[in-house]
Structures are given as C-alpha cells and as structure tokens.
C-alpha cells in the first residue's frame, strides 16, 4: 500500500467517515514552495549514492558517519535509527499519518517523540531510508541537520500562536532561523552541534536557557517588540544556563546578530578536543564579556551588509501563521462541571493537561505519552492515526510534540473536550499526569544506545507503576523527573527537579540522584544527593525523596521545588542515607 492510499484509509477509519484525507487549508504552518521541492529531492538523491556506496564496501563507516549524520541517520547500539525534523514541533494530521505509515511499513510499528521536538525510528533497514525520505518529502517532512555539527531543529513553546500568556507568536522566527540555518556553507560544520530556541511567553515551555543560543522575545519601555538574547547554555557532562550577551536586539538584526555569533563560535571553538567543542565552554573560557565583545564587533561588521531578512520575504513567511477563525459559541460551563463532579480520570486530565487559550471557549489540550508502565515518547501508529483523526475532529488539524516528549492539540473546544477524552481513553493516551512525577523524560538508555551506561526506560517504567496512583500524584503536584542513561544527558537529568544518571559502577548499573534542577524560567541545574543505587533501590529512593517533601512542605500549594529551595538538601540526604 502507497502512502497516500495509506492516509486516504486512516482518516476513512471508523472515527470519522466524513473525515478529510488532507489537512484542511486552515492549518497554521509553513508550506514548502518549488525549491524546498527540489532542494530536498537532490538531497535524498545524494543520500542514496551514500547509503548505496556504504552497502557496496565502497565506504567504511568511518567515512560514511560524517554524511549519514547530516541526515538524521545514526549507528545505535543494534540498528541504524532515523531522527526526523520537525521543525518547532509543528504537525499537521497528514503529516502524522505519514508518520503512522512509516512506523508500520520500515520500523516495528511505533516511533519515539525526542526532547527535540523531533520523532525518530529505532529500526529502519538503511537501505530503506531512501525511500523513508521519499515518503515524507510527500507531505514535506525531512531529516536534514536532526544530527551532526550543524545547527539542528529550532524548537520553541509547544503552545505557540495558542497560549493565552504569549507576547507573540514565535513561530514565524523559528522558521525565519530554519530557512536561514539549513545548509548554510559556513556552519554546516561547526566544532560542535549547535541548538537554538525561541520563546514568547511569561513561561518558559522550551527549557530555552539551556541551549547555545536562546532567544526570550520581549517588549522595550517604548513597547516595541525584541529579543533578548542569551548565549552558552546547554548540558552534557558540564551543564550551563545560557548567559545574557544583549538585553534588547530590534527584529530586522536577528539574523546577522546570529551570524555573529555563529562566525564568532567557528573561529574560537576548540576542535582538538570533544568534550570542550560546545559553545558553552567557549564562551566560560573566553568570558562572557570578551565573547559578547566579539560578537559586537562582528555584528557591526556586517549588519548592515545584506545580512538581514528583506521586509517582503519576512512578510511572506508571518503569513502562513496568521491565527485560524475561531468559532464563536456558547459555552456550557454547568455541563463541562458537571462532567469533571462525574468522572475522576476527566477531572484529572482538565486539571493537568489542558492549559489556557487565547480565544474565549478553547483550551490547549496535552496528550501524555507517559501512560502507565508505557515508554516515555513512544507512540504506536494506530495512536499516531488516532491522533491525526482527533486533530481533524477538535484541533482544526494541528498537533505540536514537545521537549516533554508529549503531544499537544492547540486548539479544542471546550465543549469538546469531555467527547476527546473519552476517545483517548480507549487507546490509552488520556493519562492526565502532565507535569507530575510520572511525566518522565527517559532517554533511550542501555536497551538501544551505543554510549549508555545504565538502562533508562525499565527504571522509568517502575517509577511510573510505582507511583500509579492519581490521588497521590496529584498531592505532590508540580514535579518534573528525568532519567539520562549516561553523562551526556539526553534526558536532561541535571535540570529536573529530581534528576537520575545511570552510572557504570564496576560493572553494575548504579544510579545518582540530583535535586533542585528547573527548565523553566527561574532555570536551575540540580545537585547531586545522597549515594548512589541499584536498579532495585531507586524506586524507593524516589520513595523517600517525596515523603521528606511532604512531610517537610508548609501547606499543599508549596510545591517540591519551593520547599527544596528553601529547606535544601539535609533533609533529604538525612533521610536518603538512612536507606541506603
């Protein structure tokens, strides 16, 4: 079956027989034009002499990573994987459908949704990765710079042209930096991979403040709109906040302020050494001011050299998000009441997955990729179609994944809201345990990666059952928890507010646990408590972390982060040595 019979069958299925084949004309996002056509057409054309000349011998894999990585194709510890770009996290139901088709067709029936707002496939033939490509140029999907020392896939708030507390859409910037970043000549080979995200809003939804450049767009005191821009964040085996190089950057210099501290980064960044090529370390050893300094002198070099976004082009691409026509509709608030008194699970989810929209009688909806005993980001394709068919059905197309490795529907009515629910219940996607403890960031871990130390995925699922109780979860509140299977922490361990790296501990699995990290706005990195443990001891570690907080907690709105910061570790390492 093609793909497109493939989407033509999912969207006939029976959760909707009415439902279109393609998404509706209404959804807000970039669309590719007749070079984006060409440009990835010669790309997958070069990429399949590659992979055809590596299956010949004619490569070795030595010769063949540089080429795969600028590809998304990676070498894990059983299979080549596929990372997939898409860019700010923005999906249309096409677009899933793809994805559900490919799981099926070139992977074992299920994709993984990263902390780059990005999915990959874990088992693809490399020989099939050509015609994977194919399938997704069909619905303008790639995997171009999802990997290698290039700039990758800018990632934003998941919420964005949705949320009731942004500034501004982000969105359009986002694709600004993507056009203007992808295959640019002088940085498609940095020291090092290079991560930069944008934010609007008065939360940070993004973690922006750890990656090489993070971009808050502001208003001035003359209530014009900016950007502050911060430099050198990131994580790894030294975790770094971002720090503040320019308080105030006019929209029509984003680009060469960017170029500067692009060039400024090629031509002090250390290639004699690995573990010190990110930014982050170039900027500790320059010193923020002297880097900021260069950047200054760079920028002013070529600013106003043809360097900047013409006004047309800017114009041409803040078109395709302008904001979609909202219905106007009375909303049931007694009945909408009514159903959260009747039904505990809908409750929870209104509680904790949905969040406030800008439009009157619409809410932004998070689907949990975390349900009970599940794989943190996995998703089978028939919950893929499902996805894509509730989009058409609720969200005037739109789904958006986030670096939480969930999904979100941005735009559902609430009147509608309590009919999802329960559609997402029969395939088990409507846990309502968004920013609670068992909304875990796991990276793959021990079970696919090549550098792992420790696995990562069982430890997150005994947590989650563990745990698997929603009266108690929801009575320790706001708690964010990730698993990093080694130091390079893709799980982000080190900025959760109880982080866990699995460690090699002669021979045997061991596993440290930090406290007090944040993603957020008030970005934090958290300290290593306590000892280590066993995979069988960390469970009731976790254990013995939330009951110091909540026997230590002044009432039930302080939540774990406030009392840590303001009772610190003792408690908690007083308690942890006693078990250990």
């Not at 114009?315 to 106007?328: C, D, R, S, V």
Request: proline share 4%.
């Amino acid at each position: 079956m093609s793909l497109q019979q493939s989407i033509q069958q999912a969207a006939q299925k029976e959760y909707s027989p009415t439902a279109p084949a393609i998404a509706p004309k209404n959804v807000q996002m970039y669309k590719y034009d007749q070079f984006d056509d060409e440009f990835i057409t010669q790309r997958i054309e070069q990429l399949r002499s590659q992979i055809n000349r590596r299956l010949a011998g004619e490569l070795s894999e030595d010769e063949f990573k540089p080429l795969r990585l600028q590809n998304g194709v990676y070498l894990q510890l059983h299979a080549y994987m596929l990372r997939l770009a898409i860019p700010y996290g923005q999906l249309n139901s096409t677009q899933m459908r793809a994805l559900a088709y490919i799981a099926r067709k070139y992977d074992k029936g299920f994709g993984h949704f990263t902390t780059r707002q990005n999915i990959q496939y874990n088992w693809p033939a490399l020989s099939d990765i050509p015609e994977i490509l194919e399938d997704l140029q069909k619905v303008e999907m790639h995997a171009i710079q999802t990997s290698g020392n290039c700039i990758r896939n800018t990632t934003s708030d998941p919420f964005a042209g949705a949320a009731a507390d942004e500034l501004t859409d982000p969105r359009p910037w986002c694709e600004i930096i993507r056009q203007w970043s992808t295959l640019h000549p002088e940085f498609a080979f940095l020291p090092r991979k290079f991560k930069i995200a944008v934010n609007a809003a008065e939360q940070d939804r993004a973690a922006i403040l750890y990656h090489d450049v993070a971009l808050q767009i502001i208003e001035n005191d003359q209530g014009e709109m900016g950007f502050k821009v911060y430099v050198g964040g990131g994580q790894g085996r030294t975790p770094v906040i971002a720090k503040l190089v320019r308080e105030f950057l006019e929209p029509q210099y984003l680009l060469s302020y960017l170029d500067a501290i692009l060039r400024t980064y090629n031509m002090l960044g250390r290639r004699d050494n690995l573990y010190k090529a990110r930014i982050k370390i170039t900027v500790n050893e320059t010193g923020v001011e002297e880097f900021s300094r260069l950047v200054e002198l760079e920028w002013n070099r070529i600013k106003d050299t043809g360097f900047n976004l013409p006004e047309e082009q800017k114009q041409t691409i803040f078109k395709h998000f302008e904001l979609p026509e909202f219905e106007t509709y009375q909303y049931d608030a007694a009945k909408f009441e009514s159903k959260k008194t009747e039904n505990n699970g809908f409750d929870y989810f209104v509680k904790n997955n949905t969040f406030a929209h800008k439009q009157d009688g619409y809410t932004i909806v998070s689907i949990s990729l975390k349900p009970h005993g599940g794989i943190p980001g996995d998703i089978s394709a028939d919950q893929m179609d499902l996805v894509a068919q509730l989009a058409d059905d609720y969200s005037l197309s739109e789904i958006r994944a986030t670096h939480r490795q969930n999904l979100v529907l941005p735009h559902v009515k609430l009147d509608d809201l309590f009919i999802l629910w329960q559609k997402l219940t029969k395939v088990n996607l409507a846990a309502g345990n968004i920013g609670l403890l068992t909304d875990i960031i796991a990276c793959p871990g021990l079970d696919y990666c090549a550098l792992a130390n420790a696995r990562s995925i069982p430890i997150a699922q005994m947590i989650a059952e563990h745990f698997d109780d929603m009266k108690k979860l929801n009575d320790l509140g706001d708690i964010t928890l990730n698993i990093s299977g080694c130091i390079n922490a893709c799980a982000h361990h080190h900025v959760a507010n109880i982080g866990i790296l699995g460690v090699d501990k002669k021979g045997e699995e061991s596993y440290q646990v930090t406290l007090g990290g944040s993603s957020r706005s008030d970005a934090d990195i958290g300290k290593i408590v306590g000892p280590g443990f066993s995979g069988d001891e960390i469970v009731g570690a976790i254990e013995t972390i939330t009951n110091v907080y909540l026997a230590g907690r002044t009432n039930s709105d302080e939540t774990f982060l406030e009392y840590y910061r303001r009772a610190g570790q003792n408690p908690f390492k007083e308690a942890l040595y006693n078990v250990a």
